[in-house]
């Protein structure tokens, strides 16, 4: 199998100057570039970039896919939006990791497969995946839980470690971190079982006269700083950081309900995984055993129903029989086979012995068509 890797880093936060997208055009005179965005693939050779150091300088989001197995997503924040410390509560091992750099937190998911030999098709990934950083940036954690998750799927942590935080609606999840889910290749009985201690997710809606309240009671510098830098567009995540503020304020005036969960061990979410999956089989294997049940009986019925209607007509196809043998034409000799498997079901329905003994006077003119003969083996009928 050739090799395939694929490439895509987005700019989301500022836009890439002419400058620094020419600096990225030294590296790949193929590349497709724009004033947001880097897109490369290679059937051979590899990309001559630093995707770390291409984080840093210019990039809020990577993807990379290769059909060896490997699969990554980077996300980059500004650090008010991610703290460095609570995103390594979930930084368990290599499959989930987090840095800082000038201000902002580079977080890094890694699926690595060693089966590898898969069939990838890189383009359309990012897109679907990038709706993730706006969660984190209004403080749903649940794509790092899933990142940590994955480390434990891995068997990169030990088994007395407990879980982080559990964030709220692991079992809600939305579009984007399905797609994450489907990325990391996230074992979905690891993920049910760690999403019993998940409580839902609490609604985020906000109504104008609500923010407007809020919005109000600002001190007057503070919305005019605001304001202006909204204005000059200084940065697109600074809406995010004033809707996380109201949220986190409103979520303090609301108080915290229900009591604290308690923290369960990898062991524990392994073996109650292997125990969730097993009983997922078993209810899966008795649904498809009661489908084929009645399946069987509906189509025993409807064997039934047309038998029915065949009764008394048996002088007639035999007859239709004996015509159809003669042909010495493959579909005629299909046709043949199935009305005498009709007349053989009519005959035992009828406990009437006369269907071999009719049968065995056709034996001469069968036994001079092989094709026949193949055909009616393997349609269970016999010579007495």
């Known amino acids: 199998m050739s090799e ?131 969660e984190i940036a209004r403080g749903d954690l649940r794509a790092l839980y899933l990142g940590w998750l994955l480390c434990v799927q891995k068997d990169r942590l030990g088994g007395k470690e407990t879980e982080p935080p559990v964030p709220a609606g692991l079992g809600q999840l939305s579009a984007s971190l399905e797609s994450l889910v489907e990325f990391l290749r996230s074992d979905s009985d690891l993920l049910a079982v760690a999403a019993q201690a998940s409580s839902p997710l609490p609604k985020i809606e906000v109504d104008y006269q609500e923010i407007t309240a809020w919005v109000e009671r600002l001190p007057t510098g503070e919305k005019n700083d605001l304001l202006a830098r909204l204005v000059l567009g200084e940065n697109s995540s600074l809406a995010a950081v004033i809707l996380r503020r109201f949220l986190e304020q409103r979520e303090a005036a609301l108080g915290h309900g229900g009591k604290p969960i308690k923290r369960r061990t990898v062991r524990r979410l392994l073996d109650a995984a292997e125990e969730y999956g097993a009983e997922r089989l078993r209810i899966e294997a008795q649904k498809e055993a009661e489908e084929k049940a009645l399946s069987e009986r509906e189509a025993a019925a409807a064997r039934a129903r047309y038998l029915d209607e065949l009764g008394g007509r048996e002088p007639q196809l035999w007859a239709e029989v004996e015509r159809l043998v003669m042909t010495k034409r493959p579909a005629s000799y299909d046709e043949a086979v199935e009305l005498l498997k009709d007349l053989r079901d009519l005959a035992t329905r009828k406990q009437d012995s006369g269907f071999q003994l009719r049968f065995r006077s056709l034996r001469a003119i069968l036994m001079r068509r092989p094709a026949l003969m193949e055909r009616m083996r393997n349609a269970g009928l016999k010579f007495s």
């Not at 990554?72 to 987090?98: E, F, V």
Request: include cysteine; charge should be negative.
């Open 4 to 134: 395939y890797q694929y490439y895509e880093f987005q700019a989301i936060d500022h836009p890439l100057s002419e400058e620094q997208m020419r600096e990225l055009r030294s590296y790949s005179t193929r590349a497709r570039i724009t004033s947001t965005s880097f897109v490369d693939d290679y059937a051979f050779g590899s990309f001559k970039g630093d995707n770390d150091a291409w984080m840093d300088r210019y990039f809020d989001a990577f993807v990379y896919l290769a059909n060896w197995g490997t699969r990554i997503l980077k996300l980059r924040l500004p650090s008010r939006l991610l703290d460095l410390s609570a995103a390594n509560l979930y930084c368990g091992a290599r499959n989930l990791l987090a840095r800082e750099k000038d201000g902002r937190v580079i977080v890094t998911f890694l699926s690595d497969d060693e089966a590898g030999g898969e069939w990838v098709q890189g383009e359309g990934w990012l897109s679907s995946l990038i709706p993730v950083r706006a």
